[in-house]
């Protein structure tokens, strides 16, 4: 079954609100005919406004780096599904490992931050990958089967329907050494399958990005492999030339 790409642009904890303005015109200006690709762009919440109005009328959706798993009263400086919906945001990144690492996010409640995604009705972009340390340990698809269980554990592999993972491994993240083409086909034809032994139709259409240290030089080859459906991008997504050659990237490659 033919997936339809996606490549998301996580710009982390950067930008300003003439920043915001300034990256998605020129996002709309190098994207513009570009067919074959879903693109989403996760700019720092406090810039959700700015981004909905530069978006209005674009195909760039609008996502989210994260989301609390309350959707209302005494969680001080949290953010809800139904805030992010109020500024059209579609793609939320959870369990990205920056999070996981400095904000001692677990398994179960990025499983319920999960669920939360699923309930308002919001595409759960699920950021999984080993460290440094457990790839030289050879615990890669261990790490990712255990992430990718908490949330079948609790809601069930149907949850996956619709929704996005990201496998970011983390010694590749904002490192500049991207896992080359085969290794991270491989840890993907693993995702898929852990999912398939549960659901084929659900591992069928399931969107499995790639993230880290994806660019404009090596996005092409990333996305010649099978199950490489897009790619989730840090730092070349906070300019527009690089970020439109990866788009331009995967809809060449899966069309
Ligand atoms: P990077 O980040 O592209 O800068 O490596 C990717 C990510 O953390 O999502």
């Given at each position: 079954m033919a997936r339809r790409p996606l490549v998301m642009g996580n710009w982390k904890l950067n930008g300003s609100k003439a920043f915001t303005k300034e990256l998605i015109e020129g996002l709309k200006a190098e994207l513009a005919g570009v067919n074959g690709c879903d693109v989403a762009i996760a700019p720092p919440v406090m810039y959700l406004a700015e981004a909905e109005a530069a978006l209005a009328g674009s195909q760039i959706a609008l996502g989210a780096q994260n989301v609390d798993v309350n959707v209302q009263g005494a969680f001080t400086g949290d953010i809800s599904t139904a805030m992010l919906k109020d500024f059209g945001a579609k793609y939320i990144i959870i369990g990205h490992s920056e999070r996981r690492t400095y904000h001692k996010e677990s398994d179960e409640f990025i499983a319920k931050k999960f669920a939360a995604l699923k309930e308002a009705g919001l595409v759960p972009v699920l950021c999984i990958g080993e460290s440094e340390a457990e790839n030289e340990a050879g615990k890669t698809e261990e790490v990712c089967a255990r992430q990718i269980d908490a949330v079948i554990n609790a809601l069930?592999?149907?949850?996956?329907?619709g929704a996005v993972i990201a496998y970011e491994p983390i010694w590749a993240i904002g490192t500049g050494k991207s896992a080359t083409p085969a290794q991270a086909q491989a840890v993907h034809a693993f995702i898929r399958g852990h999912i398939a032994a549960k659901s084929q139709a659900v591992a069928d259409q399931v969107i499995i990005q790639y993230g880290g240290s994806v660019n404009d030089a090596n996005a092409a080859e990333l996305f010649t492999q099978p199950d490489i459906d897009g790619a989730l991008v840090g730092?070349?997504?906070?300019?527009a030339p690089a970020f439109a050659v990866i788009v331009k990237a995967a809809a060449a490659a899966k069309n």
């Open positions: 069930g592999v149907e949850a996956f329907n730092g070349a997504s906070l300019k």
